[in-house]
């Protein structure tokens, strides 16, 4: 049995409805989806929508790790999760990639654990595509790691540009290393001398960028440590959720702006759903050996469907070839 | 002669008008203000407003400090430049606060030398009250050092508290520390340290906030290190530019979301205001000796006379007394 992608079919808060839902749009488009998950729960589900079909099929877990179980200590025990299993597909090549919105600390123990890192990679990262009126940014690292060292920064820029190479088939990403200042002298140590390893190495390495760019959409690729990429990531989101609020309660802070507002609904949700870091579906954690793709909490089917798209995209594209390639030359 | 506040009345990109016409603001609401500059070029700008009246004068400066010049080189080179003679007054108890919305870097190093930093800081930082749905959140250090120990962020929160105390008249300021998990075992080794200074010793203490928290207003003091808080302000002031500037395409997009637009557009502008960081006036370097604050460069009149009044006003209400407690207490 060979699948495209297997699928975390317990993960996410939305699960396993959201799931398997997003798993059969999927199989409509013509890719191959293991469930991976509680097999009575996931037949039913199946039941309920038309009995099985071609393209799905489902892989019996036992476990299931929760949401917001300490990850690394429940990867360890949890042999016979979804996440565990589903990983372990990958590894014996019975998948192509794995997909998760479930705990994202315990998937990423998890692939370490099982599949290990590419030959020569230091730390893998988590990356996530931003939307921006540029087009997409890719920020990297977003939490794989606390903290970091200069060198890892550096094969980070390398890796994050050829997946958005294989990704968005841009010939060579743009790169800025995210710091306070643009000058090469700027920022922290860390920046400086991860700014000294990049210049002149990396075709399409811009120099600093600051926190501004990233929201405008300045580069292909922003690189940082996860400590940094996880806090703008967050206060993205967070801005991004604020002020659609806001601009509804003004929209409804007098007649006129009510009749605005009304008017201006159909526009305002286009930009909404624009802004939808859900929409994103899956981004993958970069350096270790397989394809290992995580995804928002809060997905959605139409976002499960997209993340499994964005996997099974990634490994016919060449995503793991490329970024081996990237790391190679690091090294 | 003393005043309240010593302006820096050639900095900002907008000076000298703006930084006369808003000392002319805040000299009408009873604040004494003395403008550092060039005197041939600000006695022909008082001219040109009616003349010298009660409550401004003019203090001779002959030099002047570019806002895009290396800030630590010009600090010691340019002992004329008005940023210097400033800070000098205060030194000298002439002014009771200074105020710039030049170069950042050469003000923070001028205040350094010529201040020197209160009895028993570590360092200094700067700080900045942004808007939020639940009022101001302070969010310190956003720049005035590149890497930080615990100890220093510790101390940041202990003189970022006792700076809304008497700014916004809070008994308890909340305080969170910026890292990418709620738990006190989240993040890198120097959140995890800091954590364990504060907890049950900073009253008003939460523990960890996240990047979501800023945007939100959920504390009133957030405080991290220079590196990450400049990003932060950054990614800010970029999204929030970046999603007016979307919503007003949006808005021209079609004759239906014209109309809405145009209904919605004195709502939409109250909201734009109240989201625009010069409106914020200017913050003080926490932690030297001497009352020193600093504004965007982009500040116009308003803004000018706003950063005067928040001066005037932390000066009078015991800022730097309570800034001296606060650390008292942690050495």
Redesign the interface.
């Known amino acids: 049995m060979t699948v495209d992608v297997a699928l975390d079919a317990m993960g996410g808060d939305l699960a396993p409805q959201s799931t398997v839902d997003g798993a059969l749009i999927a199989v409509a488009e013509g890719i191959t989806v293991a469930l991976v998950g509680d097999e009575q729960i996931l037949h039913a589900e199946l039941a309920q929508r038309g009995g099985p079909r071609d393209g799905i099929s489902v892989v019996h877990a036992p476990e299931s790790i929760a949401m917001d179980a300490n990850a690394v200590a429940e990867a360890r025990r949890r042999r016979g999760s979804s996440i565990s299993i589903g990983i372990g597909m990958v590894k014996r090549r019975e998948a192509g990639a794995f997909v998760s919105v479930g705990n994202t600390g315990a998937a990423m123990a998890t692939a370490l654990m099982t599949l290990g890192r590419m030959r020569g990679v230091e730390r893998p990262a988590l990356c996530v595509f931003l939307p ?2 540029g087009g997409p940014t890719l920020l990297l690292d977003v ?1 794989a790691n ?2 970091a060292r200069p060198s890892h920064l550096v094969q980070f820029a390398h890796f994050g540009s050829a997946y958005v190479r294989t990704a968005l088939r841009i010939a060579e990403p743009s790169v800025g290393l ?3 200042g643009e000058e090469a002298s ?4 860390l ?1 400086v001398e991860a700014h000294r390893g990049l210049s002149g190495v990396l075709p399409g390495f811009v120099g600093n960028v ?7 959409g300045t580069v292909d690729v922003v690189v ?1 440590d ?3 990429g ?14 659609f ?3 509804r309660s ?2 409804l ?2 007649l ?2 009510r ?10 949700g ?2 909404r759903s ?2 939808d870091y859900r929409r994103f579906g899956a981004v993958p954690l970069l350096g270790v050996d397989g394809a290992v793709f995580i995804g928002h909490g809060r997905s959605d089917a139409e976002a499960i469907a997209s993340a499994i798209r964005s996997a099974a995209n990634a490994v016919r594209n060449g995503m793991l070839e490329a970024v081996g390639e990237a790391i190679a030359q690091t090294t």
């Open positions: 921006t009126p939490g606390a903290e995210l710091s306070i700027k920022g922290s140590s920046i600051e926190g501004r760019d990233i929201a405008l940082t996860g400590f940094t996880n806090v703008v990531l967050k206060v993205l989101e967070g801005t991004v959720t604020m002020m609020d806001q601009l003004v929209a802070s007098s006129r702006a009749l605005g507002g009304a008017l201006l609904l159909p526009a305002v286009q930009l624009q802004f």
